[in-house]
């Protein structure tokens, strides 16, 4: 059997059709606990025939070769009346040695499978025969060194610079690169895993089993007992220590940064105790940080029970942990209550920038709140200004796009707005139950945009007539540009920074008069963020030597300060720049900076000579962003 990726999509939406049909009618073979399964345009899998439920790992850690090598046993069950259906998986560039089926899971016998054509964005189904009756199928397969959802570091690249290290980044579409698995975040799944490391080295996991003590012996158990999709299933193994941070908090890192992490993320239990108290139980048990090398991709990824982050947030003065109290945020939106497609990721990134702004007045006061809002709505209209209408609605059309491509500013800010709307319309007691019943109502389950709303029409518009309208709302979600009634975010604490830029524009104040001394992290950038775009090197000369911005150490200022470095041609900040993009791995950074440098073709020589630098020590991620930017001959 030959795969065409057009002909399985045409055949997926057959498939659903019909098994839209039964599920009215009824069948006796379907568990009644089946959610019903949508169209994912960016999986292969027909959860809609089998659906797997459980997923279990054996793994050996291979750093000389830089792969995963072992078994995935996978539990399914038939979810159609198709008893002859095949079992399809996703996968990318995986090494299948053999696949055997099982009825009880302990006698397996050897199965017919296809791998089909790959897809550049979607990766190759794999096609399972399964024998009447069987009911879990184990694959023997290894991953290949250029896997896009794991990072090999070399020693020379971590902290410590003595061990390697290695860890996975699975959302959106990557845990098919190093789990055979039905990769689409309706197919919630268990997990359990063992993993050999190197003795030396200590793994961690998105699960329960993560030691909590600096010990290792390098061989590992975890198991995560909820369903998850599986872009949650996440890895770490690395020469990593625990400090506790309170009852069920703590952070996991190398040992030279292990110290600084704990202080940086000192305010953790307190965030979690405050999100409780406004969205109900933290379900996860424990709640810890993992703080990767700088390579990692991303801020933060909200792996459940063990958040990844970035070591460019630790500041030295707390500046930076609305990361934290975002990540902390996806344990209820996004992990409870999770989107069903990419379409949906409003659903979790807008809910979740909504509730990290509701974490961060809860515990540092309304006016960090109003900075951090301030600045989100500020960089979203700056960011739609040059975006197409398509990409700034909420419900995201990404047929035959990487999902990766809706990693903008839109469901993050627009749905924080939009969401920030609601509760200003319904008043924020009223609001505030509505969403807490929302995550009760959805606890452990993927949903679409089109569950959301019916289930916001019935229990928030329909109890409370006359407020929001249903026309409203359809605008908020499915319409391009931000409506005309979308929150206006009010910081005092910035119009007195607006006060002091006008006078330095207007030449009444020096830059050395401007009263710094009270300045937060955020004021700074809004300070960086009001000056107009073509300072001119001269300023920012002066400014440089009054503040020492070219030397600042927070990885949020220094990034804009060097954006306009770049902008204004100001070529003493030209080395610190070669060394952040060199030190720094971290996409939100990186791109920008390069897309920058790729405008004039001075530049961009610039650009080549840096990236032929850094790009070895950037992630898959990264570095195909980048490559779709910094064109070198
Ligand atoms: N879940 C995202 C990261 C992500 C999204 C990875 C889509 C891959 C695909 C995470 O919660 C996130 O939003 N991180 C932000 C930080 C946050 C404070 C806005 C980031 O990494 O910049
Ligand atoms: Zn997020």
Redesign the pocket.
């Known amino acids: 059997m030959k795969i065409k990726i057009k002909n399985t999509s045409i055949m997926f939406c057959v498939a659903l059709v019909i098994g839209a049909g039964l599920t009215s009618v009824g069948t006796a073979q379907k568990p009644s606990t089946v959610p019903k399964m949508v169209e994912d345009v960016h999986s292969y899998s027909n959860p809609q025939a089998v659906r797997v439920r459980h997923v279990d790992l054996d793994w050996n850690v291979l750093f000389d070769k830089k792969i995963l090598q072992g078994t995935a046993t996978l539990s399914f069950e038939r979810t159609s009346n198709e008893q002859n259906a095949p079992l399809i998986l996703d996968t990318r560039d995986l090494q299948i040695a053999k696949i055997e089926t099982s009825n009880n899971g302990k006698s397996y016998k050897p199965t017919e499978f296809k791998i089909g054509e790959s897809d550049k964005i979607l990766g190759a189904p794999l096609t399972i025969q399964l024998p009447k009756g069987a009911k879990f199928v184990r694959i023997f397969y290894s991953t290949s060194q250029g896997a896009s959802g794991l990072q090999w570091l070399e020693p020379s690249q971590t902290a410590g610079k003595n061990t390697p290290f290695m860890f996975s980044?699975a959302?959106?579409i990557h845990a098919r690169s190093f789990i055979p698995l039905q990769d689409s975040p309706q197919v919630r799944v268990t997990y359990t895993a063992r993993v050999r490391t190197p003795k030396d080295l200590l793994a961690v996991m998105s699960a329960e089993g993560n030691s909590q003590t600096d010990a290792r012996n390098g061989d590992y158990k975890f198991k995560m007992t909820k369903a998850i999709p599986p872009y949650l299933i996440a890895i770490a193994v690395g020469d990593l220590q625990f400090r506790s941070l309170g009852n069920r908090t703590g952070v996991y890192a190398e040992p030279s940064v292990v110290e600084k992490s704990a202080r940086e993320f000192g305010d953790t239990e307190k965030m979690v105790e405050a999100t409780e108290k406004i969205y109900g139980a933290y379900r996860w048990d424990r709640y810890d940080i993992l703080v990767l090398p700088p390579s990692f991709p991303?801020?933060?990824?909200?792996n459940p029970m063990l958040t990844f982050a970035?070591p460019t947030i630790l500041a030295g003065d707390k500046s930076l942990v609305?990361?934290v109290a975002?990540?902390l945020a996806?344990s209820w939106s996004?992990n409870l209550v999770t989107n069903a497609t990419w379409r949906d990721?409003w659903l979790?990134?807008g809910f979740?920038?909504y509730l990290?702004r509701r974490i961060i007045e809860a515990v540092y006061g309304k006016p960090r709140r109003e900075m951090e809002a301030t600045l989100g709505k500020r960089s979203l209209i700056e960011e739609m200004a040059g975006m197409e209408t398509r990409d700034q609605i909420l419900y995201v059309d990404l047929k035959g796009r990487d999902?990766?491509d809706g990693?903008t500013g839109v469901p993050?800010e627009k749905g924080a707005l939009f969401l920030r709307h609601m509760e200003e319309s319904f008043g924020r007691e009223k609001f505030d139950k509505f969403v807490r019943g929302y995550f009760d109502a959805h606890a452990f389950q993927s949903i679409t945009t089109e569950t959301f709303v019916t289930y916001l029409q019935k229990n928030l518009l329909d109890a409370n007539p006359n407020l929001v309208s249903r026309a409203d709302i359809d605008e908020w979600i499915y319409k391009a540009d931000l409506p005309k009634n979308a929150p206006q975010p009010q910081s005092d604490a910035f119009a007195k920074v607006e006060a002091q830029t006008n006078n330095y524009l207007s030449g009444k104040l020096a830059a050395k008069d401007i009263q710094k001394e009270m300045w937060t992290t955020q004021d700074w950038l809004h300070f960086l963020k009001t000056l107009p775009e073509d300072v001119g090197a001269e300023k920012m000369a002066e400014l440089d030597r009054a503040f020492n911005l070219t030397k600042v150490g927070n990885s949020e200022i220094a990034f804009q300060w060097l954006m306009m470095s770049i902008k204004n041609k100001y070529a003493a900040a030209d080395a610190r720049l070669e060394e952040f993009l060199i030190s720094i791995g971290?996409r939100?950074f990186v791109r920008p900076l390069f897309a920058e440098l790729a405008k004039t073709s001075a530049d961009m020589k610039r650009a080549c000579e840096i990236y032929a630098k850094s790009r070895a020590g950037y992630h898959p991620i990264t570095q195909s962003s980048v490559d779709a930017i910094v064109k070198c001959s």
């Open positions: 980044q959302q959106a991303f801020g933060g990824m909200e970035t609305s990361l975002h990540e996806h996004g990721f979790n990134e979740t920038t990290e999902p990766d990693f993050y971290r939100k």
